[in-house]
């Protein structure tokens, strides 16, 4: 017998996307809506989404992706910067209102266990997700189990120190990797470049006003040849290259995987991420390295991820 679609729900600061998913990955229905701003609002938006879609045809269960700290048995919320929910018990309510079994993951494991099971890293025995973008998310995969660390919160790799006394970070630290490599870092690079070097089309886009510079505004100057926006791709590349010599002589991995929406500028700054890496491992030349792939999955991952975790895939 073939098993029932499943429920992937991607739950942001911003959006709530939600989409039945089926044997085959695909998106067989989807809707979406904005996050509301308290937790009982947010309880009956996912009740009203999920009523939605299970109206559409038949699914066997839900699963949650969630930006935030779970417990470490992913039966609670226990803290989500951009969600209102505070030590609840998300799974549960939402089970007994829809009459489905509802699991929860945080959202970089739930695009990690996509990518694992159906995508870039599939199969790999240590498969590591890096997702660029307002700041790095990661999740990884070892030996088929999503790793945790002892109370649930691990791996926070976008708050390694890359460089002492760097930029300021609103964890309270400074010079963390998220500050040098991610979209918004990528933005506050071209700033700083925009105001020394040539820099026709950014100034173009942004009005000449540096504060208005965005991640997506540098990615288009870098294709139309601006050269201070190819000039911070470069030094995103350098940055993601350093960072992940820095993951990759703690965990060995297998494969690397590049997602988060500053991947699909991949083309601009992956090749010289590559080429730095093999060269700053440890044991450089002697040793195997780590694959680095792009994410095959996208901006999709975490939904389908989540739908993949409820069907116990
Ligand atoms: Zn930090």
Redesign the pocket.
């Known amino acids: 017998m073939t098993a029932k679609a499943t429920i992937g729900i991607d739950i942001g600061g911003t959006s709530v996307r939600a989409a039945v998913i089926g044997n085959d990955q695909q998106i067989r229905a989807s809707v979406r809506d904005l996050t509301p701003h308290t937790e009982r609002e947010t309880e009956d938006l996912l009740v009203t989404l999920i009523t939605k879609l299970a109206a559409t045809q038949q699914v066997s269960a839900v699963g949650l992706a969630i930006a935030g700290f779970l417990s470490r048995d992913q039966q609670k919320v226990m803290f989500a910067p951009h969600l209102a929910w505070r030590d609840a018990d998300v799974p549960q309510r939402i089970s007994g209102r829809v009459n489905l079994p509802v699991v929860m993951d945080h959202d970089v494991n739930s695009a990690a266990w996509a990518e694992y099971q159906h995508g870039a890293s599939a199969g790999a025995s240590i498969a590591l997700l890096i997702a660029l973008g307002t700041g790095i998310g990661a999740g990884l995969i070892i030996d088929g189990q999503i790793y945790r660390g002892a109370y649930g919160v691990a791996p926070e790799l976008?708050?390694l120190t890359v460089v002492p006394n760097g930029r300021p970070?609103p964890?309270g630290?400074r010079g963390?990797w998220?500050?040098y490599c991610s979209g918004t870092a990528l933005a506050e690079t071209a700033r700083g470049l925009m105001g020394t070097g040539d820099a026709p089309i950014l100034r173009q886009l942004s009005g000449d006003d540096p504060s208005a510079v965005t991640g997506t505004m540098v990615a288009i100057a870098a294709t139309e040849g601006d050269p201070a926006a190819l000039a911070a791709m470069d030094e995103l590349g350098h940055w993601l290259a350093t960072g992940l010599a820095l993951v990759t002589d703690v965990l060995d991995p297998e494969v690397i995987v590049v997602g988060g929406g500053v991947a699909s500028a991949a083309g601009m700054f992956l090749p010289l991420a590559v080429s730095e890496f093999s060269g700053l491992i440890t044991g450089a030349g002697h040793r195997p390295v780590p694959r680095i792939e792009l994410a095959r999955f996208g901006d999709r991952a975490g939904i389908i991820g989540a739908a993949l975790l409820a069907a116990g895939t």
């Open positions: 976008g708050h970070c964890c630290k963390c998220e500050r």
